[in-house]
């Protein structure tokens, strides 16, 4: 088992194995402090050129068609995301890696707008970002973000923006404009109302108060806004889930969502060290919950069982859930998409 000293701000407290490397590093031996390196160095950005910024997205228990993610890697560093693995893929680790080395996509709006050129192309669901936070804190320098929706007003297609970030506030003017013509949802992720959890579980999120606050103003600027309890972890923080509802709805969220956690791949020993230097008393206890969510394991690939799980610790908060939907969310609806007013790039010098 890994050593029990933390370090601050970070999600991951160590670098698992890359499966795709023969060689890798590790930190074995904290105890040599003078003759190791700086654990956490502090953030380092790679620009990546892509090809290609649309993702098809084939998984049939995702409510979209495609996706955009303009960064790889996160520096919120949620202890739990599904989406450090992808990490691998560039030859680092799903562990610190994940929240430190940050690859950037700095013409994304440009390959966005090739994509919108494209005659086979039919306007369909977009979700800016399926993978990691298209807010997180790089979003305030590069901007990216904010570049791809000048692009989706410009060609009048439809987004679904998912984040736990209120930086979000900054494009407030782009999302009304895009909000006049049934063109946005924003769904604010919101996991806990306890800052101790947030702080050691969503180290460089913003905080739960402003997170709420984000919803308040989206709401009051027009904009259609949801709120995902994401992820439900038993015995953490699956008995928020009425005071989550209740806060969110109260800010003047349309609907709610909720996914059961899964440890896939790499986050499963990313999170189990999580637990053992942050939560060890009850670590056992939330990890016998959570498998038991997955007919035994930690995680699940069924399409329509691994985001929802099964069992009975599972089926009792999908019940709360359910129950406290109903009751502060009734009568609450998000407006449809408006995808007839698309146009395509080459139509745009007729306007």
């Known amino acids: 088992m890994s050593n029990p000293q933390k ?45 290609s910024i649309v993702n098809k997205i ?25 989406a450090r693995n992808v990490h691998t893929y560039w030859g680092l680790s799903a562990g610190i890696d994940f929240e430190r080395r940050i690859i950037y996509k700095p013409q994304a709006a440009e390959l966005l707008a090739d994509f919108f050129s494209k005659k086979s192309y039919s306007p369909s669901s977009i979700s800016l970002s399926g993978n990691t936070d298209c807010y997180q804190p790089l979003e305030k320098k590069f901007q990216i973000t904010r570049s791809l929706l000048e692009v989706f007003l410009k060609h009048k297609h439809p987004v679904g923006i998912i984040t736990k970030n209120s930086l979000i506030l900054r494009d407030i003017d782009i999302l009304q404009e895009l909000a006049k013509d049934n ?8 996991t806990t109302l306890d800052e101790s959890l947030r702080r050691i579980m969503e180290p460089r999120t913003s905080s739960s108060a402003n997170r709420l606050k984000t919803i308040e103003h989206l709401s009051d600027g027009g904009i259609p806004v949801a709120v995902m309890t994401a992820p439900v ?33 790499d986050v499963k020993e990313i999170f189990n060290d999580w637990l053992f230097k942050n939560k060890p008393d009850s670590r056992d206890k939330i990890w016998k919950l959570i498998s038991s969510g997955h007919g035994g394991n930690v995680s699940d690939s069924r399409p329509g069982i691994r985001m929802r799980g099964e069992g009975q610790v599972a089926e009792s908060i999908r019940q709360m859930f359910k129950l406290f939907e109903r009751k502060y969310f009734k009568g609450r609806a998000l407006p449809d998409l408006d995808y007839s007013k698309f146009i395509r790039s080459g139509q745009l010098k007729l306007f």
């Open 7 to 51: 370090i601050k701000g970070r999600g991951a407290q160590l670098n698992t194995k890359n499966p795709f490397l023969k060689q890798g590093y590790a930190l074995e031996h904290f105890e040599g402090i003078d003759e190791l390196p700086d654990p956490d160095p502090g953030t380092v950005v790679q620009a990546e050129h892509s090809k």
């Open 58 to 82: 084939t998984s049939p228990d995702l409510p979209f068609m495609y996706s955009i993610n303009p960064y790889q890697g996160c520096e919120h560093g949620c202890a739990y995301c599904y």
């Open 183 to 190: 063109l946005v949802r924003v769904y604010i992720s919101l």
């Open 233 to 265: 972890i038993p015995g953490l923080n699956s008995d928020e889930i009425p005071q989550l509802l209740k806060a969110a709805a109260d800010h003047g969220a349309l609907r709610a969502g909720y996914t059961f956690v899964r440890l896939n791949g």
